[in-house]
Protein backbone atom coordinates (compact mmCIF):
# COMPACT_ATOMS: atom_id res chain seq x y z
CA UNK A 1 0.00 0.00 0.00
CA UNK A 2 2.82 2.39 -0.16
CA UNK A 3 3.71 4.20 -2.29
CA UNK A 4 7.62 2.31 -2.04
CA UNK A 5 5.87 -1.41 -1.85
CA UNK A 6 8.03 -3.85 -3.24
CA UNK A 7 7.91 -4.31 -7.79
CA UNK A 8 5.59 -6.56 -8.59
CA UNK A 9 3.80 -8.40 -11.51
CA UNK A 10 -0.14 -9.06 -10.20
CA UNK A 11 -1.77 -11.70 -12.20
CA UNK A 12 -5.57 -11.18 -12.31
CA UNK A 13 -8.64 -10.43 -14.18
CA UNK A 14 -8.47 -7.65 -16.54
CA UNK A 15 -8.67 -4.23 -15.10
CA UNK A 16 -12.43 -2.87 -14.90
CA UNK A 17 -13.42 0.37 -15.64
CA UNK A 18 -13.16 2.64 -12.45
CA UNK A 19 -16.31 4.00 -10.95
CA UNK A 20 -17.08 7.95 -10.73
CA UNK A 21 -16.72 7.11 -6.66
CA UNK A 22 -12.88 5.78 -7.07
CA UNK A 23 -11.59 8.58 -9.30
CA UNK A 24 -13.10 10.96 -7.26
CA UNK A 25 -11.04 8.98 -4.59
CA UNK A 26 -7.99 8.89 -7.10
CA UNK A 27 -8.38 13.00 -7.63
CA UNK A 28 -8.59 13.26 -3.52
CA UNK A 29 -5.35 11.30 -3.53
CA UNK A 30 -3.84 13.39 -5.75
CA UNK A 31 -5.12 16.58 -4.30
CA UNK A 32 -3.40 16.01 -0.71
CA UNK A 33 -0.54 14.40 -2.45
CA UNK A 34 0.44 15.73 -5.68
CA UNK A 35 3.63 13.76 -6.01
CA UNK A 36 2.18 10.44 -6.20
CA UNK A 37 1.30 10.42 -9.43
CA UNK A 38 4.62 10.84 -10.49
CA UNK A 39 6.04 8.71 -8.06
CA UNK A 40 8.29 5.48 -8.71
CA UNK A 41 5.82 2.95 -8.92
CA UNK A 42 2.82 4.88 -10.22
CA UNK A 43 5.13 5.59 -13.06
CA UNK A 44 5.88 1.70 -13.51
CA UNK A 45 2.30 0.86 -12.88
CA UNK A 46 1.47 2.76 -15.96
CA UNK A 47 4.50 1.60 -17.85
CA UNK A 48 2.94 -1.80 -17.43
CA UNK A 49 -0.54 -1.58 -18.57
CA UNK A 50 0.42 0.61 -21.28
CA UNK A 51 3.06 -2.30 -22.12
CA UNK A 52 0.43 -4.42 -23.12
CA UNK A 53 -1.28 -2.28 -24.90
CA UNK A 54 -3.74 -0.17 -22.56
CA UNK A 55 -4.87 3.13 -22.64
CA UNK A 56 -3.64 5.42 -19.66
CA UNK A 57 -3.97 8.96 -19.87
CA UNK A 58 -1.88 11.24 -18.44
CA UNK A 59 -4.56 12.42 -16.24
CA UNK A 60 -3.19 12.59 -12.60
CA UNK A 61 -6.82 11.02 -10.90
CA UNK A 62 -6.67 7.95 -13.89
CA UNK A 63 -2.91 7.48 -13.31
CA UNK A 64 -3.28 7.03 -9.59
CA UNK A 65 -6.51 4.66 -10.09
CA UNK A 66 -5.17 2.02 -11.90
CA UNK A 67 -2.34 2.13 -10.03
CA UNK A 68 -4.66 1.56 -6.55
CA UNK A 69 -6.23 -1.33 -8.99
CA UNK A 70 -2.99 -2.90 -8.66
CA UNK A 71 -2.30 -2.18 -5.56
CA UNK A 72 -5.76 -4.17 -4.96
CA UNK A 73 -4.93 -7.31 -6.88
CA UNK A 74 -1.17 -7.30 -5.17
CA UNK A 75 -2.65 -7.42 -1.41
CA UNK A 76 -6.29 -9.71 -1.83
CA UNK A 77 -7.41 -12.61 -4.36
CA UNK A 78 -10.60 -11.35 -4.86
CA UNK A 79 -11.45 -12.09 -8.20
CA UNK A 80 -8.60 -13.74 -8.60
CA UNK A 81 -7.97 -17.29 -10.23
CA UNK A 82 -7.91 -20.40 -7.68
CA UNK A 83 -4.44 -20.84 -8.17
CA UNK A 84 -4.01 -16.61 -6.78
CA UNK A 85 -6.00 -17.66 -3.93
CA UNK A 86 -4.51 -20.59 -2.83
CA UNK A 87 -0.54 -18.79 -2.93
CA UNK A 88 -2.30 -15.64 -1.60
CA UNK A 89 -1.67 -16.34 2.50
CA UNK A 90 2.07 -16.98 1.22
CA UNK A 91 2.25 -13.71 -0.57
CA UNK A 92 0.72 -11.72 1.94
CA UNK A 93 3.39 -13.38 3.97
CA UNK A 94 5.83 -12.09 2.18
CA UNK A 95 4.30 -8.17 1.90
CA UNK A 96 4.41 -7.93 5.66
CA UNK A 97 7.92 -9.30 5.32
CA UNK A 98 8.80 -6.26 2.94
CA UNK A 99 6.61 -3.81 5.50
CA UNK A 100 8.50 -4.76 8.35
CA UNK A 101 11.68 -3.55 6.52
CA UNK A 102 10.22 -0.50 5.43
CA UNK A 103 8.68 0.77 8.73
CA UNK A 104 9.99 -0.82 11.87
CA UNK A 105 11.96 1.81 13.96
CA UNK A 106 14.07 2.27 16.82
CA UNK A 107 15.89 -1.13 17.15
CA UNK A 108 19.54 0.53 16.67
CA UNK A 109 21.40 0.56 19.91
CA UNK A 110 21.15 4.47 20.59
CA UNK A 111 17.01 3.77 20.74
CA UNK A 112 16.84 0.66 22.61
CA UNK A 113 18.76 2.07 25.49
CA UNK A 114 16.80 5.05 25.56
CA UNK A 115 13.84 2.40 26.20
CA UNK A 116 15.53 0.74 28.92
CA UNK A 117 16.68 3.94 30.56
CA UNK A 118 12.93 5.25 30.60
CA UNK A 119 11.76 1.25 32.10
CA UNK A 120 13.90 1.78 34.87
CA UNK A 121 13.11 5.44 35.55
CA UNK A 122 9.51 3.90 35.99
CA UNK A 123 11.25 1.18 37.86
CA UNK A 124 12.32 3.23 40.34
CA UNK A 125 9.04 5.52 41.38
CA UNK A 126 7.93 2.53 41.49
CA UNK A 127 9.63 1.57 44.64
CA UNK A 128 12.47 -0.95 42.56
CA UNK A 129 15.66 0.82 43.26
CA UNK A 130 17.52 3.99 41.49
CA UNK A 131 17.84 4.20 37.69
CA UNK A 132 21.54 4.27 37.80
CA UNK A 133 21.53 0.89 39.85
CA UNK A 134 18.73 -0.71 37.61
CA UNK A 135 20.76 0.07 34.20
CA UNK A 136 24.34 -1.06 35.82
CA UNK A 137 22.53 -4.46 35.75
CA UNK A 138 21.55 -4.25 32.10
CA UNK A 139 23.59 -6.68 30.07
CA UNK A 140 24.03 -8.06 26.53
CA UNK A 141 20.85 -10.64 27.14
CA UNK A 142 18.65 -7.88 28.27
CA UNK A 143 19.59 -5.44 25.38
CA UNK A 144 18.67 -8.49 23.10
CA UNK A 145 15.35 -8.99 24.19
CA UNK A 146 14.45 -6.08 24.67
CA UNK A 147 15.61 -5.59 21.19
CA UNK A 148 13.82 -8.29 19.77
CA UNK A 149 10.42 -7.15 21.69
CA UNK A 150 10.68 -3.58 20.38
CA UNK A 151 10.61 -5.87 17.06
CA UNK A 152 7.77 -8.22 17.12
CA UNK A 153 5.17 -5.16 19.26
CA UNK A 154 5.63 -2.96 16.32
CA UNK A 155 5.51 -5.78 13.57
CA UNK A 156 2.67 -7.46 15.17
CA UNK A 157 0.49 -3.75 15.75
CA UNK A 158 1.60 -3.75 11.73
CA UNK A 159 0.16 -6.95 10.82
CA UNK A 160 -2.80 -5.92 12.56
CA UNK A 161 -3.30 -3.44 9.76
CA UNK A 162 -2.48 -5.76 7.07
CA UNK A 163 -4.71 -8.54 7.87
CA UNK A 164 -7.66 -5.86 8.64
CA UNK A 165 -7.51 -4.10 5.58
CA UNK A 166 -6.79 -6.93 3.27
CA UNK A 167 -9.76 -8.75 4.65
CA UNK A 168 -12.79 -9.42 3.06
CA UNK A 169 -14.62 -7.49 6.23
CA UNK A 170 -12.82 -4.36 5.37
CA UNK A 171 -14.92 -3.00 2.05
CA UNK A 172 -13.95 0.24 1.84
CA UNK A 173 -12.78 1.56 -1.88
CA UNK A 174 -8.78 1.14 -2.18
CA UNK A 175 -7.89 4.90 -2.24
CA UNK A 176 -8.98 4.82 1.44
CA UNK A 177 -6.78 2.29 2.29
CA UNK A 178 -4.42 3.92 0.91
CA UNK A 179 -4.61 7.24 2.74
CA UNK A 180 -5.01 4.95 6.06
CA UNK A 181 -1.67 2.85 5.34
CA UNK A 182 0.12 5.65 4.41
CA UNK A 183 -0.64 7.47 7.68
CA UNK A 184 -0.68 4.81 10.48
CA UNK A 185 3.16 4.15 9.57
CA UNK A 186 3.78 7.60 9.98
CA UNK A 187 2.04 7.23 13.81
CA UNK A 188 3.28 5.39 17.35
CA UNK A 189 0.85 4.29 19.38
CA UNK A 190 -1.52 6.89 21.43
CA UNK A 191 -0.33 8.48 24.37
CA UNK A 192 -2.83 9.12 26.79
CA UNK A 193 -0.75 11.42 28.70
CA UNK A 194 -0.22 13.96 25.60
CA UNK A 195 -3.56 12.86 24.35
CA UNK A 196 -2.48 12.44 20.81
CA UNK A 197 -0.38 10.21 18.40
CA UNK A 198 2.68 10.59 17.95
CA UNK A 199 4.82 11.04 15.16
CA UNK A 200 7.22 8.47 14.09
CA UNK A 201 10.78 9.13 13.97
CA UNK A 202 13.81 6.51 13.24
CA UNK A 203 14.49 6.07 17.01
CA UNK A 204 10.19 5.40 17.54
CA UNK A 205 9.91 2.31 19.90
CA UNK A 206 6.45 2.19 20.13
CA UNK A 207 3.97 -0.06 18.30
CA UNK A 208 1.80 1.19 15.35
CA UNK A 209 -1.67 2.74 16.51
CA UNK A 210 -4.73 0.31 17.25
CA UNK A 211 -7.15 -0.13 14.82
CA UNK A 212 -10.85 1.38 15.73
CA UNK A 213 -12.46 -0.70 13.32
CA UNK A 214 -15.84 1.88 14.41
CA UNK A 215 -13.94 5.04 14.19
CA UNK A 216 -12.62 4.04 10.55
CA UNK A 217 -16.12 3.72 9.18
CA UNK A 218 -16.76 7.03 10.20
CA UNK A 219 -13.79 8.77 8.98
CA UNK A 220 -14.17 7.09 5.74
CA UNK A 221 -18.40 8.25 5.76
CA UNK A 222 -17.19 11.60 6.68
CA UNK A 223 -14.28 12.19 4.22
CA UNK A 224 -16.29 11.09 1.30
CA UNK A 225 -19.52 13.76 2.19
CA UNK A 226 -16.65 16.01 3.16
CA UNK A 227 -15.22 16.02 -0.51
CA UNK A 228 -17.93 14.97 -2.64
CA UNK A 229 -17.71 11.05 -3.04
CA UNK A 230 -21.11 10.73 -1.59
CA UNK A 231 -24.02 12.36 -1.57
CA UNK A 232 -25.71 14.62 1.05
CA UNK A 233 -28.83 14.45 2.75
CA UNK A 234 -29.96 17.11 0.45
CA UNK A 235 -33.16 17.53 3.49
CA UNK A 236 -30.20 17.36 6.41
CA UNK A 237 -27.10 18.00 4.96
CA UNK A 238 -25.58 20.29 8.42
CA UNK A 239 -26.51 16.78 10.18
CA UNK A 240 -24.88 14.49 7.61
CA UNK A 241 -21.04 14.83 9.49
CA UNK A 242 -20.49 15.25 12.91
CA UNK A 243 -20.05 19.12 13.49
CA UNK A 244 -16.58 18.91 15.41
CA UNK A 245 -14.99 16.48 12.53
CA UNK A 246 -16.83 19.34 9.71
CA UNK A 247 -14.23 21.62 11.42
CA UNK A 248 -11.39 19.84 11.26
CA UNK A 249 -12.32 18.94 7.48
CA UNK A 250 -12.22 22.33 6.86
CA UNK A 251 -8.61 23.26 8.43
CA UNK A 252 -7.72 19.89 6.05
CA UNK A 253 -6.51 18.86 9.36
CA UNK A 254 -4.00 15.96 9.79
CA UNK A 255 -4.55 12.36 9.79
CA UNK A 256 -3.92 12.02 13.31
CA UNK A 257 -6.35 14.69 14.79
CA UNK A 258 -9.04 13.17 12.39
CA UNK A 259 -8.39 9.84 13.87
CA UNK A 260 -8.64 10.75 17.13
CA UNK A 261 -11.97 12.57 16.76
CA UNK A 262 -13.30 9.96 15.27
CA UNK A 263 -12.23 7.48 17.65
CA UNK A 264 -13.86 10.20 20.43
CA UNK A 265 -16.91 9.98 18.48
CA UNK A 266 -17.38 6.49 18.68
CA UNK A 267 -16.61 6.06 21.91
CA UNK A 268 -19.85 5.60 24.68
CA UNK A 269 -21.65 8.58 24.84
CA UNK A 270 -23.96 7.05 27.98
CA UNK A 271 -22.88 4.67 31.03
CA UNK A 272 -25.65 2.24 29.78
CA UNK A 273 -26.58 -0.77 32.21
CA UNK A 274 -24.52 -3.34 29.80
CA UNK A 275 -25.70 -5.96 32.83
CA UNK A 276 -29.38 -5.94 31.07
CA UNK A 277 -29.62 -8.62 28.75
CA UNK A 278 -33.22 -8.14 28.11
CA UNK A 279 -33.64 -7.16 24.11
CA UNK A 280 -35.26 -7.66 21.13
CA UNK A 281 -33.66 -8.60 17.27
CA UNK A 282 -34.09 -6.13 14.23
CA UNK A 283 -33.55 -7.34 10.98
CA UNK A 284 -32.50 -4.90 7.96
CA UNK A 285 -33.14 -7.00 4.86
CA UNK A 286 -30.88 -6.78 2.22
CA UNK A 287 -31.20 -4.43 -0.46
CA UNK A 288 -28.73 -1.45 -1.87
CA UNK A 289 -31.12 1.10 -0.59
CA UNK A 290 -28.77 3.90 0.83
CA UNK A 291 -31.77 4.96 3.21
CA UNK A 292 -31.80 1.36 4.90
CA UNK A 293 -28.19 1.46 5.31
CA UNK A 294 -28.10 4.92 7.09
CA UNK A 295 -30.62 3.69 9.47
CA UNK A 296 -28.41 0.65 10.26
CA UNK A 297 -25.45 2.83 10.79
CA UNK A 298 -27.14 5.36 12.48
CA UNK A 299 -28.77 3.08 15.26
CA UNK A 300 -25.09 2.27 15.83
CA UNK A 301 -23.72 5.60 16.41
CA UNK A 302 -21.98 6.40 20.25
CA UNK A 303 -22.40 3.02 21.77
CA UNK A 304 -18.59 2.30 21.09
CA UNK A 305 -19.47 -1.30 19.74
CA UNK A 306 -16.12 -1.03 17.23
CA UNK A 307 -18.67 -2.04 14.89
CA UNK A 308 -17.34 -1.06 11.10
CA UNK A 309 -20.97 -1.10 10.02
CA UNK A 310 -21.22 2.44 11.83
CA UNK A 311 -20.36 4.43 9.03
CA UNK A 312 -22.93 4.50 6.04
CA UNK A 313 -20.70 3.26 3.42
CA UNK A 314 -20.02 0.09 4.99
CA UNK A 315 -23.52 -0.41 6.03
CA UNK A 316 -24.30 0.12 2.36
CA UNK A 317 -21.70 -2.21 1.17
CA UNK A 318 -22.74 -5.34 3.97
CA UNK A 319 -26.71 -4.34 3.31
CA UNK A 320 -25.76 -5.44 -0.50
CA UNK A 321 -24.40 -8.50 0.38
CA UNK A 322 -27.17 -10.10 2.81
CA UNK A 323 -29.86 -9.37 5.80
CA UNK A 324 -28.25 -7.63 8.55
CA UNK A 325 -29.06 -8.62 12.37
CA UNK A 326 -28.76 -6.38 15.57
CA UNK A 327 -29.56 -7.65 18.78
CA UNK A 328 -30.93 -4.26 20.67
CA UNK A 329 -30.75 -4.26 25.09
CA UNK A 330 -32.69 -2.38 26.83
CA UNK A 331 -31.38 1.41 27.56
CA UNK A 332 -32.20 3.69 31.19
CA UNK A 333 -34.91 5.27 29.07
CA UNK A 334 -36.67 1.77 28.88
CA UNK A 335 -35.94 1.67 24.87
CA UNK A 336 -34.27 -1.26 22.89
CA UNK A 337 -31.74 0.55 21.51
CA UNK A 338 -28.36 -0.49 22.90
CA UNK A 339 -26.48 -2.18 19.88
CA UNK A 340 -24.71 -5.53 21.59
CA UNK A 341 -24.86 -8.32 19.00
CA UNK A 342 -24.70 -8.12 15.34
CA UNK A 343 -25.12 -10.85 12.47
CA UNK A 344 -23.96 -10.41 8.86
CA UNK A 345 -25.23 -12.49 6.55
CA UNK A 346 -23.64 -13.57 3.34
CA UNK A 347 -26.53 -14.40 0.85
CA UNK A 348 -28.24 -16.97 2.50
CA UNK A 349 -25.45 -17.65 5.12
CA UNK A 350 -24.00 -16.28 7.82
CA UNK A 351 -21.40 -14.22 6.61
CA UNK A 352 -20.04 -13.16 10.61
CA UNK A 353 -21.19 -12.68 14.47
CA UNK A 354 -19.81 -10.01 16.21
CA UNK A 355 -20.29 -8.64 20.07
CA UNK A 356 -19.07 -5.42 21.75
CA UNK A 357 -16.24 -6.73 24.03
CA UNK A 358 -12.58 -6.03 22.84
CA UNK A 359 -11.59 -6.86 19.56
CA UNK A 360 -15.48 -7.90 18.47
CA UNK A 361 -15.66 -10.80 20.83
CA UNK A 362 -19.18 -11.73 22.59
CA UNK A 363 -20.11 -10.80 26.33
CA UNK A 364 -20.91 -13.95 27.90
CA UNK A 365 -24.62 -13.91 28.73
CA UNK A 366 -25.43 -12.98 25.41
CA UNK A 367 -23.95 -16.35 23.62
CA UNK A 368 -27.02 -17.92 24.59
CA UNK A 369 -29.19 -15.03 22.95
CA UNK A 370 -26.54 -15.51 19.73
CA UNK A 371 -26.78 -18.93 19.40
CA UNK A 372 -30.26 -19.16 19.29
CA UNK A 373 -30.54 -16.62 16.60
CA UNK A 374 -28.02 -18.78 14.85
CA UNK A 375 -29.56 -21.71 15.04
CA UNK A 376 -32.56 -19.73 13.01
CA UNK A 377 -31.44 -17.61 10.56
CA UNK A 378 -29.04 -20.70 9.08
CA UNK A 379 -29.05 -23.84 11.10
CA UNK A 380 -26.19 -25.63 9.18
CA UNK A 381 -23.86 -22.51 8.78
CA UNK A 382 -24.07 -22.52 12.43
CA UNK A 383 -22.35 -25.13 13.45
CA UNK A 384 -19.02 -24.08 12.90
CA UNK A 385 -19.79 -21.35 15.56
CA UNK A 386 -21.43 -23.99 18.01
CA UNK A 387 -17.98 -24.73 18.96
CA UNK A 388 -17.45 -21.05 19.32
CA UNK A 389 -19.97 -20.40 21.91
CA UNK A 390 -19.31 -23.43 23.60
CA UNK A 391 -15.01 -22.17 24.21
CA UNK A 392 -16.58 -18.58 24.67
CA UNK A 393 -18.87 -19.88 27.59
CA UNK A 394 -16.61 -22.15 28.99
CA UNK A 395 -13.99 -19.59 29.26
CA UNK A 396 -16.34 -16.99 30.92
CA UNK A 397 -16.89 -19.19 33.45
CA UNK A 398 -12.97 -19.94 34.30
CA UNK A 399 -12.39 -16.24 33.76
CA UNK A 400 -15.00 -15.35 36.72
CA UNK A 401 -13.71 -18.15 38.83
CA UNK A 402 -10.21 -16.79 38.01
CA UNK A 403 -10.76 -13.41 39.05
CA UNK A 404 -12.23 -14.59 42.37
CA UNK A 405 -9.54 -17.00 43.25
CA UNK A 406 -11.49 -19.80 42.83
CA UNK A 407 -9.13 -23.06 42.37
CA UNK A 408 -9.15 -24.65 38.41
CA UNK A 409 -10.29 -28.14 37.70
CA UNK A 410 -7.96 -30.16 35.24
CA UNK A 411 -10.19 -30.07 32.84
CA UNK A 412 -10.19 -26.28 33.10
CA UNK A 413 -6.37 -26.47 32.65
CA UNK A 414 -6.95 -28.66 29.70
CA UNK A 415 -9.06 -26.21 28.05
CA UNK A 416 -7.03 -23.01 29.10
CA UNK A 417 -3.89 -24.34 27.91
CA UNK A 418 -5.56 -25.76 24.20
CA UNK A 419 -4.11 -28.98 25.20
CA UNK A 420 -7.27 -30.71 23.32
CA UNK A 421 -7.63 -28.07 20.66
CA UNK A 422 -7.88 -24.15 20.12
CA UNK A 423 -10.04 -21.71 21.92
CA UNK A 424 -12.10 -20.49 19.61
CA UNK A 425 -13.99 -16.80 19.69
CA UNK A 426 -16.15 -14.66 17.59
CA UNK A 427 -13.55 -11.86 17.86
CA UNK A 428 -11.02 -10.84 15.26
CA UNK A 429 -8.22 -11.50 17.83
CA UNK A 430 -7.78 -14.14 20.26
CA UNK A 431 -9.99 -13.37 23.44
CA UNK A 432 -7.39 -11.16 25.65
CA UNK A 433 -8.71 -13.35 28.70
CA UNK A 434 -6.75 -16.33 27.59
CA UNK A 435 -3.69 -14.45 27.68
CA UNK A 436 -4.76 -12.77 30.97
CA UNK A 437 -4.98 -16.00 33.33
CA UNK A 438 -2.20 -17.92 31.83
CA UNK A 439 0.15 -14.99 32.83
CA UNK A 440 -1.46 -15.15 36.03
CA UNK A 441 -0.62 -18.78 36.33
CA UNK A 442 3.17 -20.70 37.25
CA UNK A 443 2.45 -22.32 33.88
CA UNK A 444 4.98 -24.74 34.42
CA UNK A 445 3.16 -26.12 37.50
CA UNK A 446 -0.26 -26.19 36.01
CA UNK A 447 1.08 -28.14 32.68
CA UNK A 448 3.28 -30.29 35.00
CA UNK A 449 -0.63 -31.14 37.10
CA UNK A 450 -2.63 -31.88 33.82
CA UNK A 451 0.65 -33.82 32.18
CA UNK A 452 1.62 -35.84 35.21
CA UNK A 453 4.93 -34.22 33.92
CA UNK A 454 7.75 -32.95 36.02
CA UNK A 455 8.82 -29.32 35.79
CA UNK A 456 12.23 -30.04 34.12
CA UNK A 457 10.38 -31.75 31.63
CA UNK A 458 8.38 -28.59 30.27
CA UNK A 459 9.70 -25.79 28.20
CA UNK A 460 8.20 -22.57 27.99
CA UNK A 461 11.18 -20.13 26.16
CA UNK A 462 13.02 -21.12 22.91
CA UNK A 463 16.28 -22.15 24.55
CA UNK A 464 14.69 -24.44 26.94
CA UNK A 465 13.20 -26.20 24.15
CA UNK A 466 16.46 -27.03 22.52
CA UNK A 467 18.13 -28.28 25.21
CA UNK A 468 17.17 -31.68 25.10
CA UNK A 469 15.14 -34.04 27.05
CA UNK A 470 11.83 -31.60 26.80
CA UNK A 471 8.67 -33.72 26.49
CA UNK A 472 6.54 -30.77 26.59
CA UNK A 473 6.79 -27.38 24.86
CA UNK A 474 4.32 -24.59 26.13
CA UNK A 475 3.49 -22.66 22.30
CA UNK A 476 5.04 -22.51 18.85
CA UNK A 477 8.69 -22.64 17.59
CA UNK A 478 9.62 -20.75 14.60
CA UNK A 479 13.07 -22.10 13.67
CA UNK A 480 12.18 -20.96 9.99
CA UNK A 481 16.24 -19.41 10.18
CA UNK A 482 17.40 -23.12 9.87
CA UNK A 483 18.91 -24.41 6.93
CA UNK A 484 19.72 -28.15 8.48
CA UNK A 485 18.40 -30.66 11.11
CA UNK A 486 21.97 -30.99 12.18
CA UNK A 487 22.26 -31.40 16.08
CA UNK A 488 18.47 -30.36 16.47
CA UNK A 489 16.22 -31.80 19.05
CA UNK A 490 12.86 -31.22 19.79
CA UNK A 491 10.54 -31.26 22.42
CA UNK A 492 8.55 -34.89 22.18
CA UNK A 493 5.52 -32.81 22.09
CA UNK A 494 4.36 -29.00 20.99
CA UNK A 495 1.23 -27.29 22.12
CA UNK A 496 1.85 -24.73 19.02
CA UNK A 497 3.21 -24.97 15.54
CA UNK A 498 6.74 -25.43 14.31
CA UNK A 499 8.07 -23.59 10.87
CA UNK A 500 11.10 -25.60 9.87
CA UNK A 501 10.06 -24.00 6.26
CA UNK A 502 14.06 -23.89 5.02
CA UNK A 503 14.78 -27.10 5.39
CA UNK A 504 15.31 -28.71 1.89
CA UNK A 505 15.93 -32.38 3.31
CA UNK A 506 14.65 -34.15 6.49
CA UNK A 507 18.51 -36.12 7.13
CA UNK A 508 18.93 -35.88 11.17
CA UNK A 509 15.31 -34.38 11.51
CA UNK A 510 13.69 -36.29 13.99
CA UNK A 511 9.69 -34.21 14.51
CA UNK A 512 7.51 -34.42 18.04
CA UNK A 513 5.36 -37.29 18.30
CA UNK A 514 2.42 -34.34 18.35
CA UNK A 515 2.25 -30.73 17.38
CA UNK A 516 -0.95 -28.93 18.15
CA UNK A 517 -0.79 -25.91 15.49
CA UNK A 518 1.01 -26.07 12.10
CA UNK A 519 4.00 -27.82 10.68
CA UNK A 520 6.23 -25.50 7.82
CA UNK A 521 8.08 -28.09 5.98
CA UNK A 522 7.71 -26.42 2.63
CA UNK A 523 11.40 -26.69 1.60
CA UNK A 524 11.69 -30.51 1.63
CA UNK A 525 11.44 -32.04 -2.33
CA UNK A 526 11.76 -35.35 -1.17
CA UNK A 527 10.11 -37.46 1.73
CA UNK A 528 13.37 -39.57 2.24
CA UNK A 529 13.98 -40.04 5.95
CA UNK A 530 10.76 -38.16 7.26
CA UNK A 531 9.08 -39.27 9.84
CA UNK A 532 5.55 -36.91 10.75
CA UNK A 533 4.29 -36.37 13.72
CA UNK A 534 1.11 -38.53 14.49
CA UNK A 535 -1.04 -36.02 15.00
CA UNK A 536 -1.07 -32.41 13.60
CA UNK A 537 -3.44 -29.76 15.05
CA UNK A 538 -3.30 -27.18 12.39
CA UNK A 539 -1.93 -27.42 8.68
CA UNK A 540 0.70 -29.27 7.16
CA UNK A 541 2.85 -27.48 4.11
CA UNK A 542 4.50 -29.77 2.17
CA UNK A 543 3.63 -28.03 -1.38
CA UNK A 544 7.84 -29.01 -2.19
CA UNK A 545 7.31 -32.14 -2.61
CA UNK A 546 7.00 -33.76 -6.28
CA UNK A 547 7.14 -37.21 -5.43
CA UNK A 548 5.10 -39.17 -2.09
CA UNK A 549 7.32 -41.97 -2.37
CA UNK A 550 8.50 -42.84 1.29
CA UNK A 551 5.39 -40.41 2.64
CA UNK A 552 3.77 -41.43 6.41
CA UNK A 553 1.43 -38.98 6.17
CA UNK A 554 -0.39 -38.44 10.51
CA UNK A 555 -3.65 -40.17 10.87
CA UNK A 556 -5.08 -36.71 12.33
CA UNK A 557 -4.67 -33.58 10.20
CA UNK A 558 -6.59 -30.56 12.05
CA UNK A 559 -5.91 -28.04 9.12
CA UNK A 560 -5.08 -27.91 5.73
CA UNK A 561 -2.40 -30.51 3.75
CA UNK A 562 -0.94 -28.90 1.31
CA UNK A 563 0.75 -30.88 -1.26
CA UNK A 564 0.58 -28.91 -4.82
CA UNK A 565 3.62 -30.45 -6.18
CA UNK A 566 2.82 -33.71 -6.54
CA UNK A 567 2.58 -34.73 -9.75
CA UNK A 568 1.10 -38.54 -9.04
CA UNK A 569 -0.33 -39.93 -6.76
CA UNK A 570 1.36 -43.28 -6.54
CA UNK A 571 2.47 -44.35 -3.18
CA UNK A 572 0.32 -41.51 -1.29
CA UNK A 573 -2.01 -43.02 1.56
CA UNK A 574 -4.05 -40.11 2.75
CA UNK A 575 -5.73 -39.92 6.12
CA UNK A 576 -9.01 -40.83 6.47
CA UNK A 577 -10.47 -37.52 7.79
CA UNK A 578 -8.74 -33.81 6.83
CA UNK A 579 -10.19 -31.23 9.28
CA UNK A 580 -9.57 -28.65 6.75
CA UNK A 581 -8.83 -28.64 2.66
CA UNK A 582 -6.27 -30.40 0.37
CA UNK A 583 -4.71 -29.10 -2.25
CA UNK A 584 -3.39 -31.52 -4.64
CA UNK A 585 -3.32 -28.99 -7.48
CA UNK A 586 -0.72 -30.83 -9.77
CA UNK A 587 -2.31 -33.78 -10.51
CA UNK A 588 -3.53 -34.35 -13.77
CA UNK A 589 -4.97 -37.88 -13.63
CA UNK A 590 -6.62 -39.19 -10.47
CA UNK A 591 -5.21 -42.50 -10.90
CA UNK A 592 -4.02 -44.73 -7.62
CA UNK A 593 -5.61 -41.70 -5.78
CA UNK A 594 -7.72 -42.60 -2.75
CA UNK A 595 -8.73 -39.31 -1.25
CA UNK A 596 -9.97 -39.03 2.53
CA UNK A 597 -14.12 -39.63 3.31
CA UNK A 598 -14.36 -36.14 4.81
CA UNK A 599 -12.58 -32.58 3.92
CA UNK A 600 -13.45 -29.89 6.17
CA UNK A 601 -12.51 -27.35 3.89
CA UNK A 602 -11.61 -26.72 0.13
CA UNK A 603 -10.52 -29.83 -2.82
CA UNK A 604 -8.29 -28.42 -5.13
CA UNK A 605 -7.66 -30.55 -8.02
CA UNK A 606 -7.08 -28.51 -10.75
CA UNK A 607 -5.07 -29.93 -12.89
CA UNK A 608 -7.36 -32.50 -13.59
CA UNK A 609 -8.38 -32.84 -16.80
CA UNK A 610 -10.49 -36.27 -16.91
CA UNK A 611 -12.21 -37.63 -13.67
CA UNK A 612 -11.88 -41.25 -14.67
CA UNK A 613 -11.26 -43.20 -11.28
CA UNK A 614 -11.83 -40.25 -9.12
CA UNK A 615 -14.12 -41.53 -6.07
CA UNK A 616 -14.76 -38.30 -4.13
CA UNK A 617 -15.19 -37.94 -0.28
CA UNK A 618 -18.71 -38.21 1.17
CA UNK A 619 -18.20 -34.90 2.86
CA UNK A 620 -16.15 -31.66 1.72
CA UNK A 621 -17.20 -28.34 3.79
CA UNK A 622 -15.98 -26.07 1.18
CA UNK A 623 -15.12 -25.82 -2.49
CA UNK A 624 -14.19 -28.17 -4.80
CA UNK A 625 -12.02 -27.08 -8.04
CA UNK A 626 -11.88 -28.65 -10.96
CA UNK A 627 -10.77 -26.17 -13.50
CA UNK A 628 -9.10 -28.07 -15.77
CA UNK A 629 -11.99 -31.19 -16.36
CA UNK A 630 -12.56 -31.16 -19.77
CA UNK A 631 -15.52 -33.63 -19.34
CA UNK A 632 -17.94 -34.47 -16.12
CA UNK A 633 -18.15 -38.12 -18.00
CA UNK A 634 -17.07 -40.38 -14.68
CA UNK A 635 -17.72 -37.81 -12.20
Known amino acids: ?68 QDLERIHTSRGASPERQEAQPKVLERIKESYHRAYITGTDDKSVGRKLHHE ?54 MWFKYYLFRNITKLAQFD ?54 KALL ?41 EQAKELAHSLHGYGTGWCTAGEGMAASQLSAGDFYVYYSKSEDGQYTVPRVAIRMDGGGIGE ?15 PIAEAKMNEVDPQGAEPYKKKSADMQKLTDIYIRHTASAELTNQDLRFLYELDGRIEGFGYERDPRIEQIVADRDNKADLSLVLGVAEAKISITEEEALSGGILYH ?12 EGLTLPTTIGGGLNLDRLTSAEGLTLPNSIGGDLDLHGLTSAEGLTLPTTIGGDLDLHGLTSAEGLTLPTTIGGDLWLNSLTSAKDLTLPTTIGGGLSLN ?47 EDL
Do not use: C
Open 1 to 68: MPEQFPDQNPQGPSTPSPSKEELAGAGLLHAKYSDLQKSPVVEHSVEQRRHKTERIPNEPALRIEAWL
Open 120 to 173: AQIAQNQGHGLTEDIMRRVNHEVIEQTRQTIRQDQEQSLDRWVDYLTSDDATYP
Open 192 to 245: KEAGEFPKRSKSTTAPFPDINREALAYMEDSLAKHYGLRQLDPNHPEAEIDPAM
Open 250 to 290: DKDSNFASLYQRTIDYAAPKTAENLAVTDGEWVKFDQTDDP
Open 353 to 367: IRGIEADQNMEGPLL
Open 474 to 485: HGGLDLHSLTSA
Open 586 to 632: SLTTAEGLTLPTTIGGDLWLESLTTAEGLTLPTTIGGDLWFISLESA
